[in-house]
């Protein structure tokens, strides 16, 4: 038997209910590419076809999930994919080892072109945070030598660079930015005015969890390569959410996490090494392969995985691609922008989101002067199951809260947040 019936017959024939998973998410494609086919050019922000995309996303008990910036939840396509290969590696693992690891390659090609790289620059592993300790720890650095990052990292952004500075006297720089950035002219300013003959790398998110703000990484990328300096992009938020072309931004390395936006399941993360920067970096894995791949599998060499999540991912980047990036990005920034129009109409609210769409997307923060970001929490949960949740800190004054609205998200669950908002603000504040 060939390689392509054997597969055949093993996600086939091992159980009647791998068929109807099948089925079922041919029938889900099959009625987005015929909504596609009659909505094509319907981009009026509440659409019919946005809310019928909304009904492959399966949420318990009616929850409103506008905190996928968190841990987002998965299409029915990606559910019925984990299934199905859960199911043959339970059941046949000897088969699965043997015949599913190339798969994963599939799912490197898949990435590759949804964010415009080649699969050689791909790893997949386990999320940002491993992303962005392997560069750390892999970079040849000596003491003195600087890490610019921003006062607006996440600790995976933060303490890998701390931890080498702590081991090997390297030079950590926080450039310092205000809440929000008034414009891409003043963070740049603020890098070119920090940039040192030390700076070896600058390593900063290209969306900040805190306040939602969308770094301007190409115009940061190319003061970097002016000084020779290495780009690393913490875009654990951007995968899903934002149209990633890493070329065009001439980002050198990034780490993402596509269970937040890309309706991947968790435990599966991207990140992009540029071919030309390669061979700087160490594996910090080592087993087969790490001294002969000539791509970046070199720095994948992480024995077994859990190839059923990997191919969920896959799953997850079929469903966006089939909607399509650009149109996502399109839909959550109209979505966040009656937000922030919102938010900006309501006395007492302090955004600490640019409005500027270029600057932001998908998340926006706020904090309500007079009533605690936890309390309006639990108050949207408790009236309408609304999930948002609490962020920021005192020392810089983004203690607030955090909304993501992403595309299962219509306008009119937005304005019922608004509207209990402004409720709070006239009955709390
Ligand atoms: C900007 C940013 N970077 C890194 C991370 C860490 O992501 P993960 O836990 O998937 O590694 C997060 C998580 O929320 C984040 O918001």
């Given amino acids: ?30 009625s987005i590419a015929s909504l596609n086919q009659k909505y094509l050019q319907d981009y009026s922000p509440d659409g019919v076809y946005w809310e019928a995309l909304s009904k492959y996303f399966i949420f318990q008990d009616n929850l409103l999930m506008m905190n996928n910036g968190t841990l987002g939840p998965i299409p029915e396509t990606v559910f019925n994919t984990l299934m199905k290969y859960f199911k043959v590696q339970a059941t046949n693992p000897y088969d699965f080892y043997n015949f599913f690891p190339s798969k994963r390659d599939e799912v490197r090609s898949k990435l590759a072109k949804f964010i415009n790289a080649s699969s050689d620059e791909v790893v997949i592993n386990r999320n940002t945070t491993e992303g962005m300790n392997l560069v750390a720890n892999g970079l040849d650095l000596n003491e003195g ?10 600790p995976a952004g933060i303490h890998p660079w701390r931890l080498k500075e702590k081991r090997y006297g390297i030079t950590v720089t926080e450039v310092p930015l205000s809440t929000p950035p008034k414009s891409v002219d003043e963070i740049v300013n603020a890098f070119k005015s920090a940039i040192t003959s030390r700076t070896k790398v600058i390593s900063v998110s290209h969306t900040v969890y805190i306040t939602g703000l969308i770094f301007p990484v190409k115009e940061l990328s190319k003061i970097a390569h002016e000084n020779d300096i290495l780009f690393v992009a913490d875009s654990a938020h951007g995968i899903g959410m934002l149209n990633i072309d890493v070329k065009n931004l001439g980002i050198d390395i990034l780490a993402s996490s596509p269970y937040k936006w890309c309706g991947a399941p968790t435990g599966c993360g991207l990140l992009y090494v540029k071919k030309e920067v390669q061979d700087k970096i160490w594996p910090q894995i080592a087993s087969s392969g790490w001294d002969t791949y000539k791509n970046a599998k070199r720095f994948e060499t992480l024995g077994q995985q859990t190839d059923p999540l990997i191919f969920g991912l896959g799953e997850a980047l079929d469903f966006q691609s089939i909607i399509g990036k650009r149109r996502i990005e399109r839909r959550i920034k109209t979505l966040a922008g009656h937000l922030k129009k919102g938010l900006k109409s309501i006395p007492k609210v302090r955004l600490h989101t640019p409005t500027n769409p270029y600057l932001s997307s998908g998340l926006t923060a706020f904090s309500v002067e007079g009533v605690e970001p936890e309390y309006i929490v639990n108050y949207l949960r408790e009236k309408y199951n609304i999930v948002i949740r609490t962020i920021g800190r005192d020392r810089d004054n983004t203690r607030g809260v955090r909304v993501s609205t992403h595309i299962y998200v219509s306008l009119k669950h937005v304005d019922m947040l608004l509207e209990e908002v402004d409720h709070l603000v006239r009955h709390k504040a």
């Fill in 145 to 154: 030598d600087e890490v610019l990052i921003t006062s607006h990292e996440h």
């Fill in 1 to 30: 038997m060939d390689r392509r019936s054997f597969v055949k017959r093993l996600v086939g024939g091992s159980a009647l209910s791998i068929y109807a998973l099948n089925k079922l998410n041919a029938a889900v494609y099959k």
